[in-house]
């Protein structure tokens, strides 16, 4: 990356932040800066301008990395931009900028209706999630399992249905939405997955039924999110890719074995609920198969 490169990126992220935050209060949390850089990133390709944002989807959706920031931006990142908790303006910045002026008046216009559409709002952030998704996420699947994990981290707040046939409803939809042609690897795990999930709404009792299905939620979303990783990514290094390709398959077996370990402790301890396990495994398979029964 050459230092016009460089300093049109460094220029995008100090007037997005100036004009986000006039008075350079410490109120921009990195997950919301994660996902307006999304967005501006993708209005700016659409009127042609590319700023070389490195980006990656991942658990949380589209992030950065601030290590990598600090080599391709000339006067780096980390302490400069961000505190360890609050997304800054810096106190000092570069005065003039090597951008293309036509360049800065169109980058300075596009974040100026960003900052309008978001800024005073007191839900921004959780706008600025949703239009992010909306616009780039990489399959629906991602997009319905941010419900379902609404849903299993929050399992005290008020809804219209019960809990248990709201996240069913959303495990059926996942399972149709799996890209299981771009991750065979991983459609294994994910039928264990939603067969063990079903076995602890159907089996495991008030708190316990919670702590284990959040337990199910983070391990596969983890691995998932590592595939998701190593593919929908732009702008780092071969090596850091190739970093991320060879922890996701490493981690395929180990959570394989973490999500069969749960089966089988249900399937124990509830041996006097059923005939067989075959006889569960059998009704968990028409469930899950033949969504429309």
Not at 84 to 99: A, C, D, S
Not at 112 to 119: G, K, M, T, V
Not at 136 to 150: C, G, L, M, R, W
């Amino acid at each position: 990356m050459n230092g016009d490169q460089n300093q049109l990126l460094e220029y995008t992220i100090d007037t997005l932040l100036k004009t986000f935050n006039p008075d350079r209060k410490p109120i921009m949390k990195k997950a919301h800066f994660y996902k307006m850089m999304d967005l501006l990133d993708a209005r700016l390709r659409n009127r042609e301008i590319d700023i070389k944002y490195p980006s990656y989807w991942y658990r949380y959706g589209s992030v950065t990395d601030f290590t990598y920031l600090d080599q391709v931006i000339p006067k780096g990142f980390s302490g400069r931009y961000f505190d360890g908790e609050n997304i800054l303006y810096p106190l000092m910045h570069r005065r003039t900028y090597n951008v293309d002026p036509q360049k800065q008046v169109i980058i300075n216009s596009t974040i100026e209706s960003l900052c309008n559409q978001y800024r005073f709002k007191s839900d921004y952030g959780k706008l600025l999630k949703r239009d992010s998704y909306e616009l780039n996420s990489p399959y629906q699947f991602n997009t319905t399992f941010q419900d379902y994990i609404e849903i299993v981290d929050n399992p005290c707040q008020s809804t219209l249905f019960p809990k248990e046939e709201i996240l069913e409803s959303l495990l059926n939809k996942l399972l149709e939405e799996f890209p299981e042609d771009d991750f065979p690897e991983l459609l294994d795990i994910n039928l264990l997955w939603d067969d063990t999930t079903r076995l602890v709404l159907d089996y495991y009792p008030g708190e316990s039924k919670n702590d284990c299905l959040k337990y199910l939620m983070y391990l596969f979303w983890s691995v998932y999110s590592k595939g998701i990783r190593s593919i929908f990514n732009k702008y780092f290094p071969a090596d850091y890719v190739l970093n991320w390709k060879e922890e996701y398959e490493a981690f395929l077996s180990e959570a394989e074995k973490s999500i069969e370990e749960v089966r089988k402790k249900i399937l124990v301890e509830n041996d006097h609920n059923f005939n067989a396990d075959e006889d569960l495994v059998k009704k968990l398979l028409v469930r899950a198969y033949n969504l429309s029964v």
